[in-house]
């Protein structure tokens, strides 16, 4: 199993938590809805090939920013996708935005 960061950022407009997976064409562009929804303009959509998907990981709106999430690894256990993140927060004390 091939697994890729396609993007990170940080101006996504999901309000809460969210782990969201894409199969088809109208899925990709709702997730990307997500992703750049508070941007303007997106990069272009990719295009799915059977058995792919897109996963868009979450973590909310926050009150600052400085708060990241990046994928480290994914594998396969059967029918189950298991995916290590992680989680990046301002340092206490540090300067945000």
Do not use: H
């Not at 890729?4 to 990709?28: I, K, W």
């Not at 997500?34 to 799915?48: D, E, I, K």
């Not at 993140?85 to 206490?92: C, D, G, I």
């Amino acid at each position: 199993m091939n697994a890729t960061e396609v993007a990170r950022g940080t101006n996504a407009a999901a309000e809460s938590a969210a782990v969201v997976v894409a199969r088809t064409g109208s899925e990709v562009r709702a997730l990307y809805n997500v992703a750049y929804g508070r941007q303007t303009g997106s990069p272009s959509l990719p295009s799915l090939r059977p058995g792919e998907a897109l996963v868009g990981i979450f973590i909310g709106q926050r009150g600052t920013g400085g708060y990241g999430v990046g994928l480290n690894s994914a594998s396969m256990q059967g029918n189950v996708l298991n995916l290590k993140v992680e989680l990046t927060a301002p340092k206490p004390g540090g300067i945000t935005t």
